[in-house]
């Protein structure tokens, strides 16, 4: 049993130790996530599949995509469990340090993808450049490092953001801000939350006025921007990578502990703004001023374009917060995944700002 033991693990576990953990489908068309785990005598890879039926509160939904085990001969060999006939068959896989690819020859697996998601998928799986469908790319991904003074415990949260199911996005906290990362889907929206901006809600009345709630954004956003044109003619600017590594901030630290110690206030969307989330929580804690910057690329002309967009970043738990978007009157809601992952820890601070990088690249 020990020889068979120590034959599993070198011929196994450790040959493939480094695909274990949380990976990102690296494609500019549909990301998605990918958990590799230990199951058993064999390491198993569950995609991410979202679900219309699931509730934002319910935990994340996943299928088996392939897995790796000793065969008789006792040599490894890596399995797909994904399509429509003919499974399991071979996949061939190459792991370098922070990716690893994957082949596969079966060409049905578009018959695995729920009808509603077919025309989203798609375009990932028979792109006209990609010979086979299982021709694809995985990145690490890192969650995002705790910190006493951070306002919430970072992490994934799930939101109800399209037609298409549950998309998943990563909060994490760089001193003075915060960053809502969208790691699924197909699109590519990083959300700002400026926590030095704190929005003053005296018994939720700004609700009651969705106009006076956003000219009090429009206000605070001017202060910004004239604040940022100041830094760069003073030739103060920080760059982003440092002011996103600076120290949280005395008055950060007291938003943290006000967390626990405020009243509620009572929230409900104000007149006219829209959300797909109408079971959202009746009380908030704070508010703050954030900007959602979302990168279009036009395919025909071959450039990008970004658009900022001005919004209220609401905290209402230690497990939910959400969104209004002010230009389109749009509130989304986010709930904290209650799944739990392994190996999923960066090496480093400055290894987890460089994923976050890529993720916007």
Request: hydrophobic residues 35%.
């Amino acid at each position: 049993a020990v020889e068979n033991c120590l034959e599993v693990y070198a011929k196994l576990f450790h040959p493939y130790r480094h695909c274990l953990g949380l990976w990102q489908l690296d494609t500019e068309d549909y990301r998605t996530l990918l958990n590799v785990v230990v199951d058993g005598l064999c390491i198993t890879g569950w995609t991410y599949r979202p679900c219309l039926n699931t509730h934002i509160d319910g935990p994340m939904q996943f299928k088996p995509a392939f897995r790796i085990r000793l065969t008789e001969s006792k040599s490894a060999t890596v399995e797909c469990l994904e399509g429509h006939h003919s499974r399991p068959h071979n996949r061939r896989m190459q792991i370098q340090k922070d990716r690893f690819n994957t082949q596969c020859n079966k060409t049905d697996h578009l018959k695995d993808v729920p009808r509603w998601l077919k025309d989203e998928w798609g375009r990932v799986l028979v792109q006209e450049d990609r010979q086979q469908y299982d021709c694809l790319t995985y990145r690490r991904l890192y969650l995002p490092p705790s910190h006493p003074d951070d306002l919430i415990r970072p992490g994934l949260f799930q939101a109800n953001c399209n037609a298409y199911g549950l998309s998943i996005a990563m909060l994490s906290f760089h001193g003075k801000y915060a960053r809502v990362t969208k790691v699924t889907g197909d699109s590519n929206p990083s959300l700002e939350i400026h926590l030095m901006r704190r929005i003053q809600l005296p018994d939720g009345e700004m609700f009651n006025n969705f106009n006076e709630l956003s000219h009090v954004v429009q206000e605070i956003d001017k202060q910004v921007i004239r604040e940022q044109q100041q830094q760069q003619e003073d030739g103060t600017e920080e760059s982003e990578g440092h002011g996103w590594q600076s120290p949280a901030q005395q008055t950060v630290r007291e938003s943290r502990a006000a967390t626990s110690e405020e009243q509620p206030v009572p929230f409900f969307l104000p007149v006219g703004v829209l959300s797909r989330d109408q079971n959202y929580p009746r009380t908030c804690r704070m508010c703050f001023y954030a900007v959602d910057t979302v990168t279009f690329t036009v395919t025909l002309r071959g450039f990008a374009y970004t658009g900022r967009f001005l919004g209220v970043f609401i905290l209402f738990d230690e497990n939910h917060f959400g969104f209004i978007w002010q230009d389109v009157n749009y509130f989304i809601l986010f709930s904290r995944v209650q799944n739990t992952f392994q190996n999923v820890e960066a090496p480093s601070p400055q290894a987890f700002l460089e994923m976050l990088k890529n993720i916007q690249s």
